[in-house]
């Protein structure tokens, strides 16, 4: 399966609401995660299961979708949600969407 | 607390051969599949292998198929990688993880000549 993941490059301010986008080439059955991955260091796993929230992630991160569409939203920006995120998807093989880099507008 | 390590680094030549490996605590080791994923320097993540709790299966990314090898000793809460005629394009940062939640900070991988 094949992730499609859009914009790669997102540019918004603090506090707006952000809404990032992961398309598979097949279904995925919600066996879709999102990762957030900051400059240096290791992803971090924000949401499995298309929706539910890894212990200790801010509620301001949300996950919908179902099928082929997925969507990680921040509800409100913070400066430290600045970052690169991924999904990731392990219904079928497991792969890694090429990323969207959220940046500061 | 679950804490993931890895080693085995290092700047090699093509075509070279190494072995990573992930040292693992504060979890039952043995209970879990463990993967591979990397990072090309500047680049998105790739998934490159998973191996059952047991070892009764095994799974690579097409990239990597017949070139390394993943396996695991539970008795030392270790997970490895042995790679073989390495390339240009395999330079990375290699991570172990447990469960999709957890890392390692990864261990660097240079293929140059």
């Known amino acids: 399966i094949q992730l499609t993941q859009s914009p790669s490059l997102l540019s918004a301010s603090v506090g707006d609401r952000v809404t990032l986008s992961c398309k598979g080439s097949?279904?995925?059955?919600?066996?879709l995660a999102w990762y957030q991955q900051k400059l240096g260091e290791a992803p971090k796993l924000l949401i499995y299961?298309?929706?539910s929230l890894q212990t200790g992630i801010p509620s301001r991160f949300s996950g919908s979708g179902s099928g082929t569409d997925y969507t990680l939203t921040i509800s409100s920006l913070h400066s430290e949600d600045l970052a690169t995120y991924y999904c990731y998807q392990y219904n079928n093989g497991w792969t890694f969407g090429g990323g969207t880099k959220l940046e500061l507008k | 607390e679950v804490q993931l390590v890895e080693s085995g680094g290092g700047l090699v030549k093509p075509g070279s051969s190494l072995k990573l490996s992930c040292v693992a605590s504060g979890f039952t080791f043995s209970s879990y599949g463990m993967h591979w994923i990397r990072q090309a320097p500047k680049k998105g993540l790739e998934w490159i292998a998973l191996i059952y709790y047991d070892s009764s299966n095994k799974y690579y990314a097409d990239s990597v198929k017949g070139r390394f090898t993943i396996s695991r000793d539970n008795s030392k809460n270790t997970l490895y990688l042995e790679m073989n005629s390495l390339r240009s394009e395999d330079t990375a940062m290699y991570y172990c993880?447990?469960?999709?939640?957890?890392w390692g900070q990864g261990t660097l991988v240079t293929v140059s000549s």
């Open positions: 097949q279904n995925i059955n919600n066996y």
């Open positions: 299961k298309t929706n």
């Open positions: 993880a447990m469960r999709g939640a957890y």
